[in-house]
């Protein structure tokens, strides 16, 4: 399986210590997850466990700066040892978290079993019933 969704994550942290400002930046984009994942889904829906039989292999953008002082944005080690754990930080989540032996377990709360029926479920259901009749009158007035 490949997941990689389109989205980006900016992270920005500002502080000063000993008197000298410094600001870090990293931006993380393009990740993508590759592996062999196994699903089991309860028979209900009401939850999915997912998990990789090995340890998938994850790539990610990243880019970063460090600013210090008025000497502004400075090409220091420290950008790569941020990256690095960036990197390391996201590689150990996976394999500690989805990687068999372990499971991630997704609760999906809306196909839980209900045992009473509510206004707003009556609600939903209605409006939903108006759309649907809707697009069918509109498709077959085409």
Not at 35 to 50: E, H, K, Q, Y
Not at 56 to 74: D, F, R, Y
Request: charged content about 20%; some cysteine; glycine content about 4%.
């Amino acid at each position: 399986m490949r997941w990689a969704p389109n989205w980006s994550v900016h992270v920005q942290c500002s502080s000063s210590k000993a008197g000298v400002r410094y600001s870090v930046h990293i931006d993380v984009s393009s990740l993508a997850i590759d592996g062999r994942l196994r699903v089991v889904m309860a028979p209900d829906l009401s939850t999915v466990r997912v998990q990789f039989v090995a340890m998938p292999h994850t790539s990610m953008e990243l880019s970063s700066s460090v600013t210090m002082g008025p000497q502004g944005i400075i090409d220091l080690p420290l950008r790569t040892l941020l990256e690095r754990a960036v990197v390391g930080a996201s590689e150990k989540w996976v394999r500690n978290k989805v990687v068999a032996p372990n499971v991630y377990t997704v609760k999906v709360e809306k196909l839980r079993r209900k045992c009473t029926v509510t206004d707003s479920d009556v609600s939903l259901a209605t409006e939903a019933a108006k759309e649907g009749s809707r697009r069918a009158h509109g498709a077959a007035t085409l």
